[in-house]
């Protein structure tokens, strides 16, 4: 078993002295007022509480800190931009280990293609810098103006363009982690083939800091697109959305960048809440997907195929209204329609939040079946179902009846976690799509994941981290 001892709560002062002299007084944080917005999450679901928050400047100040914790039993949980939505960067005694200061890119390879730089890059500045050097860097999440590319990785962050590009863990190519004992592990190579045994990055991407810190990353760059389209679409059902995303694939290809999903309370609480936010459509649907191709091509003729696939589907009767953005401006603005709407479910009151995925071909039957039961369980619910379709991953969201107590309806999180869960899980999904495990869903892991899994989970965390000093408590439980 993992040991959970001893990560003292209160380390000697010649400990905390240690860790002070390697990263000086810009490094080191202790006032309560100060720590306060690294205790909590983006939810509020948790409010923890640390010794220090510690801020190196370097990968050797990180690995000599980490060195430190190891000797006296220390826990170490790694934050970056601290938007995590399941509790991973929470805190429970120990440090924490922020990424803030350690925010360079080291280097762009335009030939190769790649960009390497350190892990506190904030995401809107790695998709900055990559712009300057003629690239695209793809990954693109509501958070990107504040979470940090170490913490995407960590957590293999999806976002709005997986359908065409992978998931964050497929536009990695190296890492530099420092490992539970202090020791730097230097995997920073630029290569596309790589034969040489364990791909070892793979342990790390994902884990959450539970088995090392990711303190620089080469990741791969793209040809930026010349020409882009963007639609939003009203359609009659789900199955409607589905037969949508096959027709445009088909007859899209690798144009089709983003293929997202929302059902029309969504847009109701983005309009109502998010200033600037205008419903483009002047009648109400059940549904809708909001589409983007992309070509590295200036004359790809992407309006041409999305007024066809358009018109083939308003004949099927797979489409009852649609508008085509007449500009980049206005394509942003449908973007922002999407991206408004977990912040504008906040007004509304509680909010559950599940983040699962099925195969594609399960999204309808999910969507229908988790709806009957929840709205079952809870007259009155609100389902807000939105969500990256073309990879399967749906976030269905339940907004707490009107005029319900908020505290009373969030006791309700487990209950109807396990509802969604085990229906996603018995059509062959997930129960966390891309927010990770972090402290919120260790239980789901224990209840859905098989014996042999967790072995295999728990032998890695032993091997690695046999005193349970990083992030202990998150992914995987001892």
């Known amino acids: 078993m993992v040991t959970s001892e001893p990560n003292p ?59 430190v914790c190891a000797d006296a039993g220390v826990a170490v949980v790694p934050q970056g931009g601290n938007t995590g939505l399941v509790g991973g960067g929470v805190p429970e005694g120990g440090i924490v280990l922020s ?22 890059v904030i995401l809107a500045d790695v998709q900055k810098a990559a712009e300057e050097a003629g690239a695209l860097f793809p990954l693109s999440l509501g958070a990107e ?15 709005m363009t997986v359908v065409r590009y992978g998931n964050a863990r497929d536009m990695v190519l190296g890492l530099e982690v420092v490992l539970p004992d202090g020791r730097i592990w230097d995997g920073l190579k630029g290569l596309r083939k790589n034969n040489t045994g364990y791909d070892l990055k793979q342990l790390f991407l994902g884990s959450e800091g539970t088995l090392g810190i990711i303190t620089a990353a080469v990741l791969k760059l ?41 059902a029309r309370i969504g847009i109701d609480f983005a309009v109502k809440h998010v200033p600037d936010i205008v419903d483009p459509l002047t009648e109400r649907y059940p549904y809708y997907a909001l589409i983007k191709l992309t070509s590295t091509q200036a004359n790809a003729p992407l309006k041409d195929t999305l007024e ?41 009151g509680g909010s559950i939040k599940n983040d699962i995925s099925v195969p594609l071909s399960c999204v309808p039957d999910f969507i229908e079946r988790a709806t009957a039961a929840v709205e079952q369980a809870m007259p009155g619910i609100r389902v807000v179902p939105f969500g990256h379709f073309g990879d399967g991953n749906i976030h269905f969201n339940l907004s707490q009846p009107i005029g319900a107590d908020r505290q009373a309806f969030l006791a309700e999180w487990e209950r109807f976690d396990r509802m969604v869960a085990d229906i996603a899980t018995d059509l062959g999904g997930s129960f966390s799509a891309e927010h990770g495990i972090g402290q919120l869903k260790t239980v789901d892991m224990d209840r859905y994941k098989s014996d042999v899994e967790i072995d295999l989970m728990r032998s890695l965390k032993r091997a690695l981290d046999p005193k349970n000093i990083m992030n202990p408590g998150k992914v995987v439980r001892s």
Request: with cysteine.
């Open 222 to 262: 793209y040809p930026p697109p010349r020409v882009a389209e963007t639609a939003l679409i009203a359609v009659p059902s789900v199955q409607a959305a589905l037969d949508l995303f096959n027709r445009t694939n088909e007859q899209a290809g690798d144009t089709l960048t983003a293929f997202e999903f929302m």
């Open 9 to 67: 709560l209160h380390p000697s002062d010649g400990v905390l002295a240690s860790i002070q002299e390697i990263v000086g007084p810009k490094g080191w944080i202790d006032d309560p007022a100060d720590l306060e917005p690294y205790l909590v999450e983006e939810r509020g679901l948790y409010h923890g509480n640390c010794i220090a928050v510690v801020r190196p400047g370097t990968t050797e100040e990180l690995a000599a800190v980490v060195r």
């Open 308 to 348: 066809e696939i358009l018109a083939d589907a308003f004949e099927e009767g797979l489409v009852e209204d649609a508008v085509i953005a007449a500009s980049e401006s206005q394509g942003e603005a449908l973007w922002r329609i999407r991206e408004s709407i977990p912040e504008a479910q906040k007004p509304e």
């Open 99 to 120: 990424m803030s200061r350690m925010n360079r890119v080291r280097a762009i390879d335009p030939v190769n293609r790649t960009i390497t730089l350190e892990a506190g």
């Open 145 to 159: 103006g504040s979470c940090r590319i170490g913490g995407n990785l960590a957590t293999n962050a999806g976002g």
